[in-house]
C-alpha cells in the first residue's frame, strides 16, 4: 500500500528559531500533498494544499510568511515553521495524493513540534 | 459550504458490546466519504471509505453506508475490542469541485474496557 513519511517524528525547539518538517511519498508519487495541524483532542485543520513544482495554496488565516511550503519534487513537501514560538506547538500531519489517484489520500504519522 | 458532524466523545464500551458512531454530512455536491482512525500517537488511516450512495464500506470488522437520503455515513461494529480504542475522524472529499480537500469531523474518542 501506498506510504507516506515524516520526519522528524518529534522535535523541540527554542523559541525563534525555525524547523523544517519533511513528508515524502515512498512508494508513489505525489503531484498534490497537504499539510494539517491538529490540536490535543480535536480534529485536523487543513493549513496548505502544496502542488508541485507551484506555489502552495494557503487556507485562509494561515501565515504563508511564518509556514513555508516547499514541494521541489513529486515525493518530497517540506513545512518549515519560521521563528517560532510556544503557540506553534502542535502535531503536523501531511498528507500526499497519488499521482494517479482519484480520490483518496495517504496520511504520514505526523510530526509533534514542541517549542520552548 | 461542506461539514461532517459527528457524535462527540468520548465513548465507553464494554468488549464485544456493539458500536455505532453517527456522522452526517452536508455538501453541495457528491462527496466520497471516509472513515479515518488514530491510534494513540499516530497519524491518521483510512478505516474505509463509500464513493456513491448505497455503497457499503467494510474493514477489520467495521462497515458504515453511503445513505443519501439522510445524508448519514455511520460507523458500526458488531463486537469491540480493546484495541479499537482510538479517535475515529468521518470525513467527506468532493473530487468533482476541482480541488480534493477533505473535511474532517471532529473526531469520536472511544474507549474500550476489558
Known amino acids: 500500500g501506498a506510504v507516506v513519511s515524516q520526519h522528524p517524528s518529534r522535535v523541540i525547539c527554542k523559541s525563534g528559531t525555525s524547523v523544517k518538517i519533511e513528508c515524502r511519498s515512498l512508494?508513489?508519487?505525489?503531484?498534490?500533498m497537504f499539510w494539517y495541524r491538529q490540536f490535543p483532542k480535536q480534529s485536523l485543520m487543513l493549513m496548505a494544499t502544496s502542488n508541485e513544482g507551484s506555489k502552495a495554496t494557503y487556507e485562509q488565516g494561515v501565515e504563508k510568511d511564518k509556514f513555508l511550503i516547499n514541494h521541489a519534487s513529486l515525493t518530497l513537501s517540506t513545512l518549515t515553521v519560521t521563528s517560532a514560538h510556544p503557540e506553534d506547538s502542535s502535531f503536523y500531519i501531511c498528507?500526499?495524493?497519488?499521482?494517479?489517484?482519484?480520490?483518496?489520500?495517504?496520511f504520514g504519522p505526523g510530526t509533534r513540534l514542541t517549542v520552548t | 459550504g461542506d461539514s461532517v458532524t459527528q457524535m462527540e466523545g468520548p465513548v465507553t464500551l464494554s468488549e464485544e458490546a456493539f458500536l455505532t458512531i453517527n456522522c452526517t454530512y452536508t455538501a453541495t455536491g457528491y462527496p466520497s466519504l471516509f472513515w479515518y482512525v488514530q491510534y494513540p500517537g499516530e497519524g491518521l488511516q483510512l478505516l474505509l471509505k463509500a464513493t456513491k450512495a448505497d455503497d457499503k464500506g467494510s474493514n477489520k470488522g467495521f462497515e458504515a453506508t453511503y445513505r443519501k437520503e439522510t445524508t448519514s455515513f455511520h460507523l458500526e461494529k458488531g463486537s469491540v475490542q480493546v484495541s479499537d480504542s482510538a479517535v475515529y475522524f468521518c470525513?467527506?472529499?468532493?473530487?468533482?469541485?476541482?480541488?480534493?480537500?477533505?473535511?474532517f469531523g471532529k473526531g469520536t474518542r472511544l474507549h474500550i474496557l476489558p
Open positions: 470525513a467527506l472529499s468532493e473530487m468533482g469541485r476541482g480541488d480534493d480537500k477533505i473535511i
Open positions: 512508494d508513489f508519487q505525489a503531484t498534490t
Open positions: 498528507s500526499a495524493r497519488d499521482q494517479g489517484g482519484v480520490v483518496e489520500q495517504y
